[in-house]
């Protein structure tokens, strides 16, 4: 849940005079920790996971089912018997979590970079369960589950012991404040999102349809709009509903579709607005003869000359900045481009739509559609004018063209008709955030490979998330999604009215709030609980004079290349952030995240504790921002160590993986923990990207929360993890994936094993970094094919991406895409992973594979077929009281290895958990309480020699 500060918090109004000095204070104090770490290296690989547990009370008589709100109780108790067995070298690490009834756990220490320690994993949520379990009483459970499915539907009785509905923390008509956690932190959270909102939030999720649902026999015929077309997918588009609410109410809400023929999804327009996400995008046409491009600035007037550069055709993302003379553009990768030349006479770039550009490559039906602009002059050669001369250009290649692809997509959209749907309607923040799951962190070596896991994870967080889906209830009812993550992005939705997109200039004016960030009026496009907006690895540069041949040259222009590709969306900025951080040396990529964190205000203000914190030693501030920014990824940089003393272990730098939902038994959280650690592994030894447009995994987001997306959806994924090599089909020049067999008989394993293992016998390769281990410079700049010293289109099919199913992302596609679970056995071989641990891995694949495959269900469709094939449902997707006590009581057991589940597990079975073991008996010499409990002891035995 972040960071869980003691004191007392201050009262919204009396905190927004203090929100200004936090928000500087608190990028003062990134940039203490920056000067202080940036150079830190070296750091071994350690990780570890949280888990979230959910506290019920059963009551057999009436099978009924509550929320247990012993949590506070349970987990002192459980740290204090830590605390006894400190000699154990496995332990358990307690902490509260948001909800009355919620606990978080952890290893006691890190799983480290050893094969043997993915085999950790496993045994330490058994012994976490185990441990949990044994302090429960007799008619209490914790099953891991994402949601409790009556959370809202009991009224005053849903809790034990019971409390009101409603209270000035969440003015909610469906749950009561008395089960939010004591900690004074979780309830200020909750009354100042509501307060800075300006009204309760508000969470809709499409119901499920089933044959007698009421909502859907009510509705009009003229409400109902149409189903999604054969072989597309109904999408939820969480966080983008206000106006369809004004129209329709809370109970109602506007759904869409995923369409596998057209590569523009949903996730490009907003439905709240209909403005486009991708509304900032500008095209590089400069009619100056002779010159390429436009050099990036990485402050007006300031040019960077050994970075990637933006050629005339090509076009870029960003904002134009308005209190600049002159007209600039800031981009995404956080560097800055003129508009115009200096006298106004040359416009150099110019605004488009979205539809003038679908770049990188989208591969549809085995064809490329991309920008046919040329990349180089006539010549071939580059030619870059040198900085305090001409403005870089190049010579005009003509205007943008639409393609058909794209007219149809525009015409589609044009007939799309509204989709209306009947809603489960929620109005408070424990409706998300008590929602339960399952978190990984990693320590990298060093902050340039933390930043490289953070992208590459970034990509997968959708995947993942759909794979792991297990939140199909809510609020009593089935509903027609299967994650949790939208909801919780509605339930922390604090920005206001203008910020999401509703106010007109007049109002704006009439309702800015001076203490707030931006005024309360900048338009921000997510809640801060969603995917990430911005990749943050930099790449590498090499400069022009560096160069030692053509080829180096424009492989040295070529880097960053990734950040301007791919950062595709629009990220608010604080302006006065990014100055000072750029002014500080922190690079343009980096300074744009955490200046895109910082047009949040804090949420919680805490009594003495605003001037008092130090910002040279102190990072109070910068993590009340931090920890409030919730997205898919999150990237921390070391903490400062509070005393000079201080023998707490080092912590170095980090990359939490944020999306996974929580499964109902060890062996399927252990699976998939230990699958991201690998793939992570393998990106990295492998010297591999996952790159693809943010819009893409944006729509990927979108897609994951619909029904079944794991064996239904199509996800879009890049095509090649690696450049690609030079080939001859007999008709002159052509190029192939690495991972291609070359008409020989050899399996990806083999090549990917020979080529690591010669790459290991080379020190002098000139693609290794050899003064570390640090990522290598495949990993810092985007893959490219450079042939005969020009830019060759080949980038446009090396940067593609294309829409696969869950199965051809997990086992391959084609020739050219191994598939993330054939890299990881590459990667086992290629260690020389031991036989033990192998073969509980690959248990751990084989669960994923069958999943992807369809051949398991995932948690989600298992729990909606549990309640549907119940003999009391009927078929109007309610859950009842005796359904939801039934289904809890089952998930309890097959956590512990009651009872069986081939239907998730195949033929994986789980040793029952027993409470033996849960914590050492000591031998202790304490004095009997009395003569009579000893006589009776004794006689226990004395009577069984006798007989």
């Keep these: 849940m972040g ?61 009924s089912i509550r929320l247990c709100l012993r949590a506070e109780q349970i987990m002192d108790d459980l740290n204090d018997k830590e605390k006894s067995h400190l000699h154990r070298m496995e332990g358990c690490h307690w902490v509260p979590e948001y909800g009355g009834w919620m606990i978080e756990a952890t290893p006691n220490r890190p ?29 209490e459970i914790a099953p891991t589950v994402s949601t409790f499915p009556l959370l809202g539907a009991l009224g005053d009785d849903g809790s034990v012991p019971a409390t009101s509905v409603g209270g000035n923390i969440t003015e909610s008509a469906y749950i009561g404040d008395g089960i939010i956690n004591s900690h004074p932190r979780f309830g200020a959270l909750t009354a100042n999102i509501r307060k800075r909102r300006g009204e309760k939030v508000t969470i809709r999720v ?219 309607h929620m109005d408070a923040m424990a409706f998300g955030m008590g929602c339960c799951c399952i978190q990984v962190t990693f320590q990298a070596q060093d902050m340039e490979e933390s930043r490289f896991i953070y992208d590459q994870l970034a990509v997968l967080t959708p995947i993942l998330m759909a794979l792991t889906a297990s939140t199909p209830l809510l609020r009593g009812r089935i509903a027609d999604t299967d994650c949790r993550w939208g909801i919780i992005s509605e339930c922390v939705d604090d920005r206001t009215p203008a910020e999401r997109g509703l106010k007109n200039e007049e109002e704006q004016e009439s309702q800015a709030q001076e203490e707030l960030v931006g005024k309360g009026q900048r338009r921000l496009y997510k809640s801060r ?101 919730w997205q898919t990824v999150r990237w921390k940089p070391p903490p400062p160590r509070s005393d000079p003393y201080d023998l707490s272990p080092h912590i170095g730098w980090r990359t939490e993986f944020r999306s996974m939902e929580i499964q109902l038994t060890d062996f399927e959280n252990a699976a998939f923990t230990a699958f991201v650690v690998l793939v992570t592994r393998v990106l990295i030894s492998f010297d591999l990207n996952l790159y693809v447009p943010l819009s893409r995994v944006d729509a990927n987001m979108q897609r994951a929360h619909t029904r079944n997306a794991a064996v239904k959806g199509e996800f879009f994924f890049r095509r090649h993890l690696a450049p690609l090599e030079e080939g001859d089909d007999g008709f002159g020049m052509k190029y192939k994936s690495m991972f291609a067999s070359n008409g020989k008989d050899e399996s990806i394993n083999d090549r990917l094993l020979k080529e690591q293992m010669a790459e290991k016998t080379n020190t002098n390769n000139d693609n290794t970094d050899t003064s570390s281990n640090s990522a290598t410079t495949n990993q810092r700049e985007v893959p490219s094919a450079i042939k005969n010293n020009i830019l060759n289109r080949i980038d446009d099919e090396e940067n593609s991406y294309e829409e696969m199913t869950m199965a051809e992302i997990m086992t391959g596609k084609g020739d050219y895409f191994p598939g993330l679970i054939p890299l990881v056995y590459a990667y086992l071989d290629y260690i020389n992973c031991d036989t033990t641990t192998r073969a509980r891995l690959s248990q751990y694949l084989t669960l994923i594979e069958k999943r992807a495959m369809g051949e398991l269900l995932t948690p989600a469709t298992y729990i909606r077929q549990m309640v549907q094939n119940h003999p009391k449902y009927q078929n109007d997707s309610v859950v009842s009281k005796e359904i939801a006590y039934d289904l809890m009581v089952a998930c309890h057991e097959i956590g512990l290895g009651k009872r069986p589940c081939p239907e998730l597990l195949g033929d994986i079975t789980i040793e029952e958990l027993t409470m033996e073991g849960a914590y050492d008996v000591k031998l202790d010499s304490k004095r009997i309480h009395s003569n009579e409990q000893l006589i009776d002891l004794v006689q226990r035995y004395t009577k069984r020699r006798s007989k």
């Design 206 to 424: 499409p119901l499920y349809k089933d044959l007698e649902t009421p909502e859907y026999k009510k509705m009009r015929t003229d409400e109902k709009g149409c189903d999604c077309e054969s072989g597309s997918l109904q999408l939820w588009r969480y966080g983008k509903g206000d106006i369809s609410r004004k129209r329709h109410g809370d109970n109602l809400l506007v759904v869409g579709c995923s369409s596998s023929e057209f590569p523009i999804g949903p996730s490009l327009n907003e439905e709240d607005t209909g403005e486009p996400i991708t509304l900032e995008k500008w095209q590089v046409n400069v009619e100056i003869e002779g010159c390429l491009g436009l050099y990036y600035r990485s402050s007006p007037n300031i040019i960077v000359s050994d970075a990637d550069w933006p050629r005339n055709g090509e076009f870029v993302t960003g904002i134009e900045v308005p209190d600049i003379p002159g007209g600039w553009v800031r981009l995404q990768n956080g560097y800055y481009l003129p508009i115009q030349s200096e006298n106004g006479k040359i416009k150099f770039l110019h605004k488009v739509t979205p539809a003038n550009t679908m770049s990188p490559s989208i591969v549809r039906n085995n064809s490329i559609t991309s920008s046919t602009m040329p990349l180089v002059g006539g010549g071939g050669t580059p030619v870059i004018a040198q900085a305090g001369g001409t403005l870089p250009a190049m010579a005009d290649s003509g205007s943008s063209v639409t393609t058909k692809t794209e007219m149809a997509v525009q015409e589609k959209e044009k007939q799309q008709v509204e989709q209306v749907r009947p809603a489960i």
């Design 3 to 63: 960071l869980l500060k003691v004191g007392t918090p201050q009262p919204w109004q009396k905190s927004k005079p203090n929100l200004r000095y936090v928000r500087e204070a608190g990028v003062r104090q990134f940039i203490s920790t920056y000067n202080r770490v940036e150079n830190l290296k070296g750091d071994e690989l350690l990780w570890g996971d949280e888990i979230e547990y959910g506290l019920f009370v059963l009551e057999p008589e009436t099978k």
């Design 111 to 139: 799983y480290t970079g050893f094969t043997n320690d993915l085999l950790r994993v496993e045994r330490n949520m058994r012994l976490r369960r185990r441990r949990l379990v044994s302090v429960l009483r007799d008619n």
């Design 529 to 629: 609980y969603d995917s990430i907006s911005t990749y943050i690895c930099q790449g590498a540069t090499m400069s022009a004079s560096s160069a030692t041949n053509d080829s180096d040259s424009i492989r040295g222009i070529k880097s960053n290349r990734v950040l301007n590709i791919y950062n595709d969306l629009p990220v608010p900025i604080d302006e006065g952030a990014y100055k000072r951080l750029r002014k500080n040396g922190v690079d343009p990529a980096l300074s744009q995240h955490i200046a895109h964190l910082f047009v949040r205000d804090p949420l919680v203000v805490f009594d003495g504790a605003v001037e008092e914190v130090d910002d040279a030693t102190q990072t109070d501030h910068f993590e009340s921002i931090q920890s409030t920014n």
